[in-house]
């Protein structure tokens, strides 16, 4: 990769880095905060798959939710400050492509996602010992899934032209797609009729597929859930790099 | 020998406006030049489009001949710009701000010429300063910085001394004319005239869009052939009844002429009606002057 790639990634990463008790510490508090609430009000009336208990079963959901969430809030947050405090010029005058321009921003939010859910997973080892039957598909599915919602937070970073657009974007749309996608139950617990919505929500495969790295059990088979993932990555990065490549609302 | 910068039929369209209705301009390598305009002129959208910032609706622009669209990567190897606006990333810090900045112009190992420049724009004491700590003035020199660490050969200053005190216009001037000697293309747009007239060897003035004029200062300066002369004076000026002459107050009179005949005359009808001349100092017309009634004939 070019010398002006490795520095906008660097940047990038110095940018939360600095902030570190916003953009790591707090997230994870708040996600174990989610796991003492919800594993202390359901754990002693919900079992999801024989032998793995409520809060163990809630721990790749969160971590999974914490990832897609910081991913999505670095790239965006990243964009619609810089466009909004008009820095975003530095990055504009230099020679740098579309494509480099999109693998920055893409790489930083995965390392944030991953960082934060990684924290995530650490502290919550403490109240509930996980075993991960498939590492491989942990990775995997971590990955993508960050790459998913990093590519999402660049195109509403760029779309987005006041702080409360991007909140919209955020609150209309990020949070029900993680919030009702399987992080605190298994959609066969729904009724059919959500349960049918849920397998429309391409989050629920990027969990379900997580989850299954850890305890090789899923709501559906992890082949579908990494197919889903991807169609997703491959189409968010399409439209990216296009939005990109035209200089939507960026390069006017 | 290829030209700094080259302009050819350029158009911006917006849907409300036409900022540029078919600008041509060429800027030879090693000139300082200037460009002027009321606000709204379209200068800063002239920049843009140079800097890749702004797309052309029509025409081409190069910078040192590459296409600044088909040929971008090029083009901005080439080109500094000092943007108008005062804008900082509030992360980091002036040497963080300018190594980042460096490193998207693929210089990694680019101390010395960092602190070289820091050192000329008296930026050193800060050097380690968060950017969000330093006074407006400060952050304009991190500005100018900024476009330089890459040693572009052409260098654009969008009104980089707009609201800055005495000491960093010197500094800053000081620095871009050595700039200049060195064979840097400067390009400077600003509202102070007089460091315009004192700067550049020449000018293009835009309004609406189009060029107005285009021609060396020198030229521009002796396209006014009108002269002032402030007098002061003693006796009944407005019973001598001589027109010409405009009250300023204080004793004061401006007489505008072209010809010193015109003030021999002047100066007999006074004698004759007893009028004494105290003090009499002469002006030629300043860039100010031409500009305005260029601007206001256009």
Known sequence: MSAAFNTLLYKELLRFWKVAFQTVLAPVITALLYLLIFSHVLSSHVQVYPGVSYTQFLVPGLVMMSVLQ??????????IQSKITGNIVFVLLPPLSY??????YLAAAIVRGLVVGLGVLLVTLWFAPLRVEHPLWVAVFALLSAGVLGGLGIIAGIWAEKFDQLAAFQNFLIMPLTFLSGVFYSIHSLPDFWHRVSQWNPVFYMIDGFRYGFFGAADVAPEKSLLVAGACFMAISGLTLALLKRGYKLRH | MTAALAVRGLVKRYPALTALQGVDLEVAAGEFFGLLGPNGAGKTTLISILAGLTRASEGRAAVMGFDVQSQYREARRRLGVVPQELVYDPFFTVRETLRIQSGYFGLKHNDDWLDEVMHHLDLLPQADKNMRALSGGMKRRVLVAQALVHKPPVIILDEPTAGVDVSLRQTLWKFIESLNRQGHTIVLTTHYLEEAEALCGRIAMLKNGRIVALDSTRNLLD???????????????????????APQGDGEWRFRFERYEELEALLARLHGAHVAVEDLQLARADLEDVFNRIIASA
Do not use: Q
Not at chain 1, 99 to 104: K, N, S, V
């Open chain 2, 223 to 245: 396209r006014a052939h009108e002269r002032c002369a402030t007098l002061s004076l003693r006796g009944d000026v407005a019973g001598a009844g001589i027109a010409g002459l």
């Open chain 1, 99 to 104: 494509a480099e321009f999109f693998l920055a």
């Open chain 1, 70 to 79: 910081n991913a999505f809030a670095n790239s965006s947050s990243s964009l």
